[in-house]
T-cell receptor, first 114, second 116 residues
Framework: AQSVTQLDSHVSVSEGTPVLLRCNYSSSYSPSLFWYVQHPNKGLQLLLKYTSAATLVKGINGFEAEFKKSETSFHLTKPSAHMSDAAEYFCVVSDSGGYNKLIFGAGTRLAVHP | ETGVTQTPRHLVMGMTNKKSLKCEQHLGHNAMYWYKQSAKKPLELMFVYNFKEQTENNSVPSRFSPECPNSSHLFLHLHTLQPEDSALYLC???????????????FGAGSRLTVL
């Protein structure tokens, strides 16, 4: 069975410093992995997805994530945080075939300070 | 706008009321979903409709009743809810098998429900 663990419920960074949001997954299959972002009072928006192509995935707004099978990790990074990055971030795992078998992590709330 | 529109954005109802949440997608997708987002809990999948047919019901209480009249519209009918049902209800849509093997969901902004 698939599962996903976001290792930090809250992360706080200063504007202009790097962002690291950690995600570990468990999957019996070759997984698809996603990061979604949710700004206050908004729905979730796709940041990026991994689907067994390149292990380093680039997404929107300067975010990227690296799939590391040996570590079962899919951490989200950004070189320089912006105030507008403050939001909640969700790591999601999907099995290889199910159109609805998405498992969401509990979320990491990112705060960005001036 | 994401192409998935939910109404109302906010709803307050008593435990004996009957109300409905509406979702409409303008993306030509063939699958639609209801998720429940409660504080400090992961998103919970409630229902999935694929080509208007319900394909998933994650043990949701019968006081929640979904309806999908066509592939663009999805409703969630609410009746005799409990205070613990207060949450953000998110609608999403997707095109099954988008070609990349990944199932990308497009979410609406959600309907914030408060049950008194």
């Amino acid at each position: 069975a698939q599962s996903v663990t976001q290792l930090d419920s809250h992360v706080s960074v200063s504007e202009g410093t790097p962002v690291l949001l950690r995600c570990n997954y468990s999957s019996s299959y070759s997984p698809s992995l996603f990061w979604y972002v949710q700004h206050p009072n908004k729905g979730l928006q796709l940041l990026l997805k991994y689907t067994s192509a390149a292990t380093l995935v680039k997404g929107i707004n300067g975010f990227e994530a690296e799939f590391k099978k040996s570590e079962t990790s899919f951490h989200l990074t950004k070189p320089s945080a912006h105030m507008s990055d403050a939001a909640e971030y969700f790591c999601v795992v999907s099995d290889s075939g199910g159109y609805n078998k998405l498992i969401f992590g509990a979320g990491t709330r990112l705060a960005v300070h001036p | 706008e994401t192409g998935v529109t939910q109404t109302p954005r906010h709803l307050v109802m008593g435990m004996t009321n009957k109300k409905s949440l509406k979702c409409e997608q303008h993306l030509g997708h063939n699958a639609m979903y209801w998720y429940k987002q409660s504080a400090k809990k992961p998103l919970e999948l409630m229902f999935v409709y694929n080509f208007k047919e319900q394909t998933e019901n994650n043990s949701v209480p019968s006081r929640f009743s979904p309806e999908c009249p066509n592939s663009s519209h999805l409703f969630l009918h609410l009746h005799t809810l409990q205070p613990e049902d207060s949450a953000l209800y998110l609608c999403a849509s997707s095109q099954e098998r988008d070609g990349s093997g990944a199932n990308v969901l497009t979410f609406g902004a959600g309907s914030r429900l408060t049950v008194l």
